[in-house]
């Protein structure tokens, strides 16, 4: 889940459905039916994923659920009226050693971890990746939906290079 960051700022459905969430221990969870985690979720799982970088476009491979993502560092612009992605659509560029990707065209049902806490279409996710030194990597995502919401808020997520390994084949059923 999210450990380090502030208080979440829920909007008073968001908190309700977050609680029911707990109580009925994420019985309605999209993964538990094979659904990608989306953004930023899949930053926080404890499953391995692999950071491809190719012309115009950084790619995430994630072992969780085998799902993948493209962020395009052509230059060009989010979509301004996406088909609704589990995903969203993501677009990055680098502020010195910072790869800052933003991402929006969500759908209504992502989930912003394991823990249940909700997003709507209007989520605007903001994720700074910084390599600290060769073994770390730093995730710092800021949340901007003010649907669900009451202001934007960050947490910052710590990742160790795993050298030693491959990602496995994840078989969902």
């Known amino acids: 889940g999210m450990k380090q960051g502030e208080e979440v700022p829920f909007q008073p459905w968001a908190r309700d459905l977050f609680m029911a969430r707990r109580a009925t221990d994420s019985r ?3 993964t538990a039916s094979c659904i990608v985690g989306g953004v930023p979720r899949s930053d926080f799982v404890g499953y391995p994923f692999k950071v491809l970088q190719v012309p115009g476009m950084v790619v995430i491979l994630y072992e969780a659920v085998h799902a993948y993502r493209q962020i395009f560092t052509d230059g060009r612009e989010l979509p301004t009226d996406p088909n609704p992605a589990w995903f969203g659509y993501s677009v990055g560029r680098w502020d010195g050693d910072t790869l800052v990707v933003e991402t929006a065209g969500f759908n209504d049902n992502v989930w912003l971890d394991n ?11 903001t994720e700074r990746f910084t390599r600290r030194d060769f073994g770390r990597m730093d995730i710092a995502i800021t949340i901007d939906d003010p649907k669900t919401y009451t202001r934007p808020w960050t947490v910052t997520q710590q990742l160790a290079f795993q050298p030693d390994t491959e990602l496995l084949e994840y078989i969902c059923n």
């Not at 823990?115 to 996710?125: E, F, H, W």
């Open 115 to 125: 823990a249940g806490r909700p997003a709507t279409g209007s989520l605007r996710v």
């Open 28 to 30: 309605d969870d999209p």
